[in-house]
């Protein structure tokens, strides 16, 4: 029962590179989600996608992209790391548009 | 835009009693809330999830309200537990903006023993 899995769990990079982090479940959800949690923003929504194909974006989608080839896994892309994307990153899916959304165990990213 | 409000302050009880944290919502009218657990150095856990035409909702020792009205919710933990000790957050749920959430900052809730 792996349900929804995040890769790496901790991550340091510089500023300027490429970081991609991973995000996979288990059970054919059709919406996942990337959210960012700061200190004093609390959770806020990247990007999420309604089925495979499909993304839309959040919130504070700036500096980040996403793909969803497959319904299973939904990577989420810094393409010029910013100090400013030190976080904490989760994902999440859910059976539906309006119904529970279930969290991955989150991914720390430090950009130097 | 759309604000939510949850007790700023962290909320400290007695084991036992009946903890109650607050969510204000304002220039919105969500279809749905939802309240999560969040641990520390984990992700939020799904608790409840109330409609509009819902005034409660009940699980286990967890009680909901949604008062469209007030633009407010009330999650009440009833014989609380130390166990019960955590950031609970309320989200609103955007209709027709697929799934779309908005997220409180959490209420941080100790329960002593």
């Known amino acids: 029962d792996a349900g929804i899995t995040q890769s790496p769990r901790y991550k340091i990079t510089e500023t300027g590179r490429q970081v991609t982090l991973m995000c996979h479940q288990t059970?054919?959800?059709?919406?996942m989600f990337w959210y960012r949690q700061d200190l004093g923003h609390g959770l806020r929504l990247i990007y999420y996608s309604a089925a495979a194909d499909i993304t839309d974006k959040g919130e504070v989608p700036d500096g980040y992209v996403v793909s969803r080839s497959k319904t299973e896994n939904f990577p989420l892309t810094l393409e010029s790391a910013t100090r400013s994307q030190t976080s904490v990153y989760f994902c999440?899916?859910?059976?539906?548009?309006?119904?529970?959304?279930?969290f991955g165990p989150g991914t720390r990213l430090l950009v130097l | 835009s759309q604000k939510i409000e949850q007790n700023s302050e962290a909320l400290n009880i007695q084991e036992g009693k009946t903890a109650t944290l607050t969510c204000n919502y304002t220039?919105?009218?969500?279809?749905?809330l939802q309240w999560y657990r969040q641990d520390p150095g984990r992700g939020p856990v799904f608790l409840l999830l109330?409609?509009?035409?819902?005034k409660e909702k009940r699980k286990e020792r967890l009680k909901v309200t949604f008062d469209t009205t007030l633009k407010q919710s009330l999650f009440h933990i009833t014989a609380s537990q130390p166990a019960d000790s955590a950031t609970y957050l309320c989200?609103?749920?955007?209709?027709?903006?697929?799934?779309?959430?908005?997220f409180g900052q959490g209420t941080e809730l100790s329960v002593k023993p």
């Open positions: 109330i409609r509009e035409n819902e």
């Open positions: 999440a899916s859910s059976l539906g548009a309006q119904e529970a959304q279930y």
């Open positions: 989200a609103l749920d955007i209709y027709n903006q697929g799934g779309k959430l908005i």
């Open positions: 059970w054919s959800h059709s919406y």
């Open positions: 220039n919105y009218s969500p279809a749905y």
